[in-house]
């Protein structure tokens, strides 16, 4: 190409579309295996430093993560205003749990994550993102089916963040974006509790997915708020969809969010506060529009199906029986919220509704 002088010959393309792959220079490549649900990189890349990619998919990479991580923990979690109990589904590379334990209020944390291998890697060779969150003894790790987790727990999360791969086919995570799955996470949460996924590229020829996930959480809940984020190693702007049954604030005032991040978030914020959070909540004309018009419903039946193609989940299910876990980590859990319960209510910071500041 000319005037471009390039810096390396190993390169990772993601296919977003047939017509449009992003490639990335690779330094070093840490690792590359086939889990029993995955395709799975670690891999350093020149520009944005260690990545995590899974079924050709970049997950997560050192450079840019908290400008995904931030807002899809910060966002519920503020505008819930007291969680306690936030349980993450999928978030094997410790991101998510990271942030979310940056609140003070919050006395159990869940990752809940199909691929324990992926865990155990990202734990190992991405301790730039985990930052050491998954010892800390509010944090549990839970090798197994996030819906199963949430169906054996109603009432319990006053968040539920879904930090979920794109739905592709065969891969894990498609049957999570259908309205299925999203009447579980209602009914796991407890009254005023706040739901969160990753809903899909806001780039116009792939945006009809992410409408189609934000109409069928609204569907379900009483209130849906459509974030963007721009995370340049997701090839776009990306979509955030959050949901309550009570009414969040959509146009909250930054000097009120940031009184409420000073009193509860212990650590630094790179990118979110309340500025960023009142802007990441206003979306542009086209996709107003797109959700407006939107009528598709996501169900197990017809669920979506992102560009791209699961490597593992065949093998997988022919395992199911020794993958499903659900017994065992369902009575740990039971006790460890029974013991959880026990302990006193703090009140110092009631919960947000529609009106408050
Ligand atoms: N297209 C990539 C979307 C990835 C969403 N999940 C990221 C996991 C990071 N914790």
Redesign the pocket.
């Known amino acids: 190409m000319p005037g471009s002088q390039l810096a390396t010959d190993f390169w990772i393309n993601e296919a977003f579309s047939p017509y449009d792959v992003w490639q990335h220079g690779v330094t070093r490549v840490l690792t590359h295996r086939r889990t029993r649900f995955q395709e799975l990189y670690v891999v350093e890349l020149g520009s944005y430093g260690k990545a ?1 990619i899974l079924d050709g ?4 990479t050192v450079g840019d ?1 908290f400008l ?2 931030e807002p899809i923990a910060h966002a519920p979690c503020v505008l819930h205003g007291q969680p306690s109990r936030v349980l993450i589904a ?2 094997a ?1 410790g ?2 749990l990271r942030e979310v334990l940056k609140w003070n209020t919050v006395e159990l944390a869940v990752v809940a994550d199909i691929d324990g291998e992926a865990i155990d890697l990202c734990r190992e060779l991405l301790p730039e993102i985990h930052q050491g969150a998954f010892d800390d003894p509010r944090a549990r790790v839970v090798v197994g089916d996030a819906w199963e987790l949430l169906e054996s727990t109603p009432g319990e999360w006053d968040v539920v963040i879904a ?4 739905p592709l086919e065969d891969g894990p995570a498609f049957k999570l974006f259908t309205r299925e799955f999203f009447e579980v996470c209602q009914k796991a949460l407890d009254q005023g509790g706040v739901f969160v996924n ?1 809903a899909g ?1 806001t780039a116009p020829p792939l945006a009809s997915l992410l409408g189609r996930v934000v109409n069928t959480i609204g569907n379900v809940f009483e209130h849906t708020y459509l974030m963007t984020a721009p995370v340049p190693t ?1 090839g776009s702007v ?1 979509g955030l969809a959050l949901a309550s049954d009570r009414g969040l604030m959509n146009r909250p005032d930054p000097n009120a969010i940031d009184r409420r991040l000073a009193r509860h978030v212990e650590g630094e914020l790179r990118m979110f506060d309340g500025e960023t959070l009142l802007g990441l909540l206003q979306v542009p004309l086209h996709l107003r529009k797109m959700l407006a018009e939107e009528v598709t419903i996501y169900t197990l039946e017809a669920p979506p199906r992102a560009f791209g193609h699961g490597a593992g989940m065949l093998e997988a299910e022919a395992d199911a029986e020794e993958v499903d876990a659900s017994e065992d980590f369902d009575s740990d859990l039971d006790e460890e919220i029974a013991s959880e319960s026990d302990g006193e209510e703090t009140a110092d910071d009631p919960p947000t509704d529609a009106h408050a500041s």
């Open positions: 995590l998919k970049v997950q997560t993560e995904y991580h999928g978030g590379d991101g998510v930090d979920l791969t794109d990753q590229s997701y990306w």
